[in-house]
């Protein structure tokens, strides 16, 4: 269902720091109301560009970070804590 966004309510969002495909995202895929999609802070983003370099030279791949920090680990430990090893299985 496309929903009608007026340009008074693009302006207010964006008066708020809430971009016009964020408003759009918010009410046209998430089905926010858009009292709620208009007022709502965008959440800031976090550079994880740092600590993707020390994870690269602990050989750590960038997937494997996120995943990790998604997951509630600090930083720090997921860009130094060394991958498992997995085991190799040899024959019968």
């Not at 759009?24 to 600590?51: C, F, H, M, N």
Request: aromatic share 10%; proline share 10%.
């Amino acid at each position: 269902m496309h929903v009608y966004i007026t340009p008074e309510e693009y302006e207010a969002a964006a008066a708020r720091g809430i971009s016009k495909k964020t408003l759009e995202l918010r009410v046209r895929t998430y089905g926010w109301p858009k009292e709620r999609a208009i007022t709502e802070p965008v959440q800031p983003r976090t550079d994880w560009s740092e600590w993707y370099a020390v994870a690269e030279v602990n050989g750590i791949s960038p997937l494997t970070f996120r995943t990790r920090v998604y997951r509630g680990w600090p930083p720090e430990r997921a860009a130094t804590a060394h991958p498992r090893q997995r085991s190799v299985k040899h024959g019968p």
